[in-house]
């Protein structure tokens, strides 16, 4: 059974940082891509960043020049850096992996889901 379980949210002031990690089981995802979503209070889950089995990296407008977004392969685990919070940034996250393995960039609701994080960034 393949599990993602997130850790690293909690309540940070803004301007301050956090590092959200993903340890996936079950299966490995060295050849795959994995990557972050958000679901805001009231809000539909948006896309955050992905990165892929190669390294390639792709974030949304919002968090370019504040998240990183990396993984350790041999941990099986994703990572997100997240500097410079904003309160907007207030959202559960959520991890993701493709179930295909290859050059597949985008995650889809089909795909591998964790259970999500809460991150809170007060002003």
């Known amino acids: 059974q393949v599990r993602l379980v997130e850790s690293g949210g909690g309540l940070v002031q803004a301007g301050g940082s956090l590092r959200l990690s993903c340890a996936a089981s079950?299966?490995?995802?060295?050849?795959?891509?994995m990557g972050w979503f958000r679901q805001a209070p009231g809000k539909e889950r948006h896309f955050v960043a992905t990165?892929?089995?190669?390294?390639?990296?792709f974030y949304t407008d919002s968090v370019k020049g504040r998240f990183t977004i990396s993984r350790d392969s041999a941990k099986n685990t994703v990572y997100l850096q997240m500097n410079s919070l904003k309160p907007e940034d207030t959202a559960v996250y959520y991890c993701?992996?493709?179930?295909?393995?290859?050059?597949?960039?985008?995650?889809?609701?089909?795909?591998?889901w964790g259970q999500g994080t809460q991150v809170t960034v007060s002003s």
């Open positions: 990165i892929s089995w190669n390294g390639v990296t």
């Open positions: 993701a992996a493709k179930k295909k393995s290859g050059n597949y960039y985008t995650i889809d609701t089909d795909d591998y």
């Open positions: 079950g299966r490995t995802f060295s050849s795959a891509t």
